[in-house]
């Protein structure tokens, strides 16, 4: 049995969405260290290995933001720059690149967000 499992009215549905192929990489973006980061680490499950990447980083340095994503991309939302923040960054995760999406922007400036 692969794939996400969904409780769909009662009723449990496998869903094969991600391929184990598309789940090579994660992303960790932000941040504070004394300062505001805009730092973006790509974690490589097979190997175990962090190390940053400068194209995948965030379009400003901020903390206490949030992240959705699925097999190809996610959204880095929110956070606190001096100020809270609607921003939303979209990390492409085959190209390692961030950009900010001003349209998926959020409704409203905020911090200490979560995401599913």
Not at 54 to 63: H, T
Request: with cysteine.
């Amino acid at each position: 049995m692969s794939g996400i499992h969904q409780l769909v009215l009662g009723y449990a549905v496998i869903t094969d969405v991600f391929y184990k192929s598309q789940l090579t990489k994660g992303f960790f973006s932000g941040g504070y260290a004394g300062t505001y980061l805009a730092t973006a680490d790509r974690t490589t499950y097979s190997t175990e290995t962090t190390a940053a990447v400068s194209g995948a980083n965030l379009s400003q340095d901020r903390y206490g933001l949030a992240a959705a994503g699925n097999a190809d991309r996610a959204f880095f939302c929110g956070g606190y720059t001096g100020t809270n923040v609607a921003t939303a960054d979209r990390t492409t995760y085959s190209t390692e690149t961030t950009a900010a999406v001003s349209g998926a922007n959020l409704s409203n400036a905020r911090r200490q967000l979560t995401a599913a």
